[in-house]
């Protein structure tokens, strides 16, 4: 049931009873796992646009965190087995043992369009005796449901307590290189892994972190996850990033912290009408003319000049520029401060799943670090590197192959 009471009816697909959230659709043609275990999806129903879900079952190494987080999931065609060699159970078994209510043998391409046409909207699913109720109660229980705008969910699925993801459990040889604090927003787990890989060692620390906690950590670099709700509420990470840029500490943020730059730059953040959730989205990198084809999951955006160095409305940043931008409707994918050490993505270079086409930003921001710890500036202008790994580094063990077992 969509807000405006739109209704589609279809078979009890998961747990029974009732979910309620945003209504938005996913592109993705694979790695429908890492989908729903992405915090960025917290509190949204989550429409797959490919018709077939489930046949590659689920397994333990490719959830992205510690749960399943979108509120409901909706697919057209269920598999009624799995069959893989990597399935450890089915997703159906997954999502009834997490208490995630779905539906199933719904025409997904007449949801996607509806929420292509009208924007992204609340909904609900409703099985069970929940949905034996009238369709005036069930417009009004979706009605009921609190909105994405003005909702802070960082907080409620960061982690508790800070760990360290270290490169040598990642196939890293010798003594780190680096050393960064990460803020937890959401964050996906192979984020702190693409960076292990290059030889950074990542504390990965609460989303209520201060900067006494990022300064305890000694770090070179400071970084800060994807994660799902609205920009505007992020006010705490807000005030801590433009304190760790008044620090000149090197800065690198994803998705959520693209939009969190853009806010301590002083711009504004908007909402997108049915945003960009899949793993082929385009996206041109304005400095060196080249295009990525991009993992992306946001529903907000940044509200900055699209032409030019401009200067920052926060002016003590200096210039800013939009380094990346959509090549479907002109959306700022990226960031790039021209007087600080700073830039950010509003997309998933850790590609899980998705291309690898953006892999190159983690050894960007390293080129950053290294700029700044010898005192001078990283020419962040230049060619990226096409290996996904710089020259010396060890090759990882597994972690860049388990998208393409999926395949």
């Given at each position: 049931m ?15 009873g ?5 209504a ?14 992405d ?22 190494e ?16 269920a598999?009624r ?6 399935s ?20 997904t391409?007449?949801?996607t ?19 034996q ?7 009004d229980a979706?009605?009921?449901?609190a ?20 490169p ?8 780190p ?30 989303a209520?972190?201060?900067l006494?906690d ?7 670099g ?42 301590a ?16 989205q ?24 699209l ?14 520029e939009?380094?990346?931008v ?37 050894d ?14 990283a ?29």
């Amino acid at each position: 049931m969509l807000e405006d009471g739109r209704i589609f009816r279809g078979s009890s697909y998961g747990a029974t009873g009732t979910a309620l959230g945003e209504a938005v659709f996913a592109t993705g043609m694979t790695g429908y796992q890492e989908t729903i275990t992405d915090p960025s999806y917290a509190r949204q129903l989550v429409v797959q646009t490919a018709p077939h879900i489930g046949n590659t079952g689920v397994n333990s190494e490719d959830a992205e965190s510690r749960r399943i987080w979108v509120a409901g999931y909706i697919v057209r065609d269920a598999a009624r087995r799995p069959s893989n060699w990597r399935s450890e159970r089915s997703l159906d078994d997954e999502l009834v043992e997490q208490g995630i209510v779905g539906i199933q043998g719904v025409d997904t391409r007449a949801i996607t369009r509806h929420l292509r046409e009208h924007k992204t909207m609340r909904a609900g699913i409703f099985s069970g005796e929940a949905a034996q109720a009238t369709d005036k109660e069930l417009v009004d229980a979706v009605l009921a449901s609190a909105p994405m705008e003005g909702s802070r969910l960082a907080e409620e699925v960061s982690v508790d307590e800070a760990y360290v993801v270290e490169p040598k459990d990642h196939g890293w040889e010798g003594d780190p290189r680096f050393t960064i604090a990460a803020i937890d927003l959401g964050i996906k787990a192979m984020t702190p892994v693409r960076f292990a890989e290059r030889g950074v060692r990542v504390h990965v620390l609460p989303a209520t972190a201060t900067l006494e906690d990022v300064k305890a950590v000694n770090p070179d670099g400071f970084f800060m996850s994807n994660g799902p709700g609205d920009p505007a509420t992020a006010d705490a990470q807000v005030k801590l990033l433009r304190s760790v840029l008044d620090e000149k500490l090197p800065y690198f943020g994803i998705c959520f912290g693209n939009q969190i730059l853009g806010r301590a730059l002083g711009f504004g953040t908007y909402k997108l009408r049915y945003g960009h959730r899949g793993i082929n989205q385009p996206v041109m990198d304005r400095r060196t003319g080249k295009v990525e084809i991009t993992s992306q999951n946001h529903g907000f955006a940044v509200d900055a000049p699209l032409d030019g160095a401009t200067q920052a409305p926060e002016e003590r940043y200096g210039r800013v520029e939009v380094s990346h931008v959509s090549l479907n409707d002109d959306v700022v994918e990226g960031l790039a401060c021209l007087d600080i050490p700073a830039f950010s993505v509003q997309y998933h270079p850790e590609a899980a799943a998705g291309p690898h086409d953006a892999a190159y930003l983690f050894d960007r921001f390293i080129e950053l670090m290294e700029g700044t710890r010898d005192g001078r500036t990283a020419n962040l202008s230049k060619e990226p590197v096409d290996a996904a790994h710089p020259a010396g580094a060890a090759t990882p063990n597994n972690s860049d192959n388990k998208t393409e077992d999926k395949k």
